[in-house]
Nanobody, 125 residues
Framework: QVQLVESGGGSVQAGGSLRVSCAAS????????MGWFRQAPGKEREFVAA????????YYADSVKGRFTILRDNAKNTVYLQMNSLKPEDTAVYYC??????????????????WGQGTQVTVSS
């Protein structure tokens, strides 16, 4: 089992920045590929970004590419999502998720075995 706890959400004006964090405990964090997803009210959960177990590979949803950066610190068992140039449409609950196995382009929630409880990000215009 891997336990994931997100933090760092909040409210910000459009154009601002936030960094959300996800602390992991349980099994060896560096064995897992990590992802960030988000879910807005009335919408399905959508992929945001992912990073490989070692941190050397990342990919992003087109909607956040160039504005968001996913990072991990395996020594601290933590993955981060740095969000810049935020827009009102980025408003959602942000979830981190963990996936074992090899590295590949995994964008479906069903591909991730472990999930955090989520943290709210609200961007006002």
């Amino acid at each position: 089992q891997v336990q994931l706890v997100e933090s760092g959400g909040g409210s910000v004006q459009a154009g601002g920045s936030l960094r959300v964090s996800c602390a992991a405990s349980g099994r060896t964090f560096s064995n897992y590929n990590m992802g960030w997803f988000r879910q807005a009210p009335g919408k399905e959960r959508e992929f945001v970004a992912a990073i490989s177990w070692g941190g050397g590979n990342t990919y992003y949803a087109d909607s956040v590419k160039g504005r968001f950066t996913i990072l991990r610190d395996n020594a601290k068992n933590t993955v981060y999502l740095q969000m810049n140039s935020l827009k009102p449409e980025d408003t959602a609950v942000y979830y981190c998720a963990a996936r074992g196995g090899g590295w590949y382009d995994a964008r479906r929630p069903s591909e991730y075995a472990y999930w955090g409880q989520g943290t709210q990000v609200t961007v006002s215009s």
